[in-house]
């Protein structure tokens, strides 16, 4: 099953239910702020994207919204450090929306070339 994590507010996450809605494709979606991922989930979405990103480093850099207002809280932390940040702060610091499928695949923005592919 497709899970979609980010919030109401974000138009992304609302194209990204939108995209799974048209082609019948079924898919839950989490709402950041009521209920974050849980470590588990957390892992393995780095995890999946670190295999396209080339790394751990480059996918917590690719999770990382750069335009959020709070990312001056982040921005300058040792590499070693940001990944429990962005766990404590996933509402605020997340790139939305972040869509996992299954445990091995993952994307993160609006990534729908890949979402093509997934059923």
């Given amino acids: 099953m497709i899970q979609i994590f980010g919030t109401n507010k974000s138009f992304d996450c609302k194209a990204a239910q939108r995209f799974f809605k048209e082609r019948r494709i079924p898919f ?4 950041l702020k009521e209920k974050e991922m849980s470590a588990g989930e957390f892992d393995s979405v780095v995890t999946a994207i670190a295999r396209t990103e080339g ?7 690719a999770l990382i919204d750069k335009k ?7 921005a300058y932390l040792d590499d070693s ?17 972040v869509c996992r499928n299954g ?3 993952a994307t993160v923005g609006m ?6 592919g997934w059923k």
């Fill in 68 to 74: 959020s207002k709070d990312y001056a809280s982040i």
């Fill in 111 to 116: 990534a729908q070339k890949i979402w093509e």
């Fill in 81 to 97: 450090e940001k990944e429990g940040k962005l766990f404590e702060n996933q509402a605020a610091l997340l790139k939305q929306p």
């Fill in 28 to 31: 839950q979606f989490v709402d």
């Fill in 55 to 61: 790394g751990r480093d480059a996918a917590l850099d």
């Fill in 103 to 105: 445990k091995t695949e």
